[in-house]
């Protein structure tokens, strides 16, 4: 598993999307308790599809809860199938909305 900060200038940070596979991130940003316990504006979500292989992925409940307080946090996400970063807009929800939006 991966390391989780809430501090956006941690050096073990990576951010882009990738164009080869290659392992998860050492360390994901996620938001703050403080800035979780505003409350949800989505769904709490655990698995997302990609839509280019159509493998599920399950992640942290840090990282689903970052999103559910802001849908918008992330411009990418991981495939465990891929094995690549790719841009959120290739990924939908289970119940087929768009992660992201």
């Not at 501090?7 to 940070?13: A, F, G, H, Q, R």
């Not at 290659?22 to 308790?33: H, I």
């Not at 403080?34 to 997302?48: C, D, M, N, S």
């Not at 840090?62 to 465990?80: E, H, L, M, N, Q």
Request: charged letters at 25%; proline letters at 6%.
């Amino acid at each position: 598993m991966s390391k989780l900060t809430d501090d956006p200038s941690n050096p073990n940070l990576t951010r882009g999307y990738d164009d080869k596979p290659t392992q998860e991130a050492d360390t994901y940003l996620v938001l703050s308790d403080k800035e979780i316990a505003e409350g949800f504006v989505r769904p709490l979500r655990l698995t997302y599809i990609h839509t280019t292989c159509g493998s599920s992925t399950q992640m942290h409940e840090s990282i689903a809860r970052t999103y559910a307080r802001d849908p918008k946090f992330y411009g990418s996400t991981y495939c465990v199938h891929c094995q690549m970063h790719r841009p959120v807009s290739e990924f939908v929800w289970e119940d087929g909305s768009v992660v992201g939006s």
